[in-house]
């Protein structure tokens, strides 16, 4: 998995500016909002990350049909509004299912810290991809993706199974019965995620090694992360109102007690 990252991240130093450009910006918009604030607007949150879980879920489960992809993350959108609660505890589950996966799988040794970075400043002085074959560059390796995932699940062993199953089900109950933390965990966690997927594709953009340096430095990046989700989950719990105290808030204001008293004179 981590030599399909650092080998997209040699080709993607040629891709044209547009393909790299505009997701990194979405992803570190999104992610903002996701992890400062997607308490305040969580259904429209949850929507999007279920629609592109759903996308997901189909590509590694069903195969690489474009059409049943596209109703899987319609379906995985309209999941996440219609039931808020549960989709941020399976949101939750699948996160913590794919961090316990990167632990228990590992990381391969590399040959060394300037044998990654040598093919990207190679690769700047070549001439830059059309849009066309950037894009087909972005697919082929996202494919590339989802069948390395699919491949990791199917060489698990059963203690690991058991430690993946085990993680999805603490999460999975923990959403269900702390709703409130649940959420504000979820999206703070996928919204650093999102910020630091998009920061990767802008550096990357910009001729860095990012998946490389990451590589190297994975404790650091990994408690930057867990700090991360750890400020979003408490600065949304304290700043994000839960829905019943914002529906007795505006149950409770002057004016709606005035509604109610003139109505009560003019029945008398």
Known sequence: MV?????????ASRFSPPVLMVPGLAMVMLGLVAWLGGMCVRRLVLALFGAA???????????????????AAGG??????????????????????????????????????????GPSEAGQEQERLTLRESLDGVHAYALNIVDGIRSAFRTLERPDQAVLAAVGLVLLVLGLFLAR????????????????????????????????????????????????????????????????RR??????????????????????
């Not at 529906?247 to 008398?268: D, I, N």
């Open 181 to 244: 933390l649940a959420g504000a965990l979820t999206c703070s966690a996928l919204g650093a995620a999102l910020v630091f997927a998009g920061l990767t594709a802008l550096l990357i953009l910009k001729g860095s090694d990012p998946i490389a340096l990451m590589e190297r430095q994975g404790r650091f990046y990994g408690l930057v992360l867990l700090g991360m989700t750890a400020f979003g989950t408490l600065e949304q719990l304290v700043l994000c109102p839960s829905p019943k």
């Open 247 to 268: 529906h007795r808030a505006g149950a409770g204001k002057p004016g709606s007690k005035q509604e109610e008293s003139e109505h009560h004179w003019r029945t008398h």
């Open 53 to 71: 879980a759903g996308a997901i879920a189909a590509a590694l489960v069903l195969g690489r049909n474009p059409a049943v992809a596209g109703l």
């Open 76 to 117: 995985g959108a309209l999941f996440g509004v219609l039931l808020p609660r549960l989709s941020a505890a399976i949101l939750l589950a699948s996160f913590g299912v794919a961090v316990a996966l990167v632990v228990v799988t590992g990381t391969p040794a590399v040959a060394g810290p300037r044998a990654a970075s």
């Open 3 to 11: 030599e399909i990252l650092k080998s997209f991240e040699q080709v």
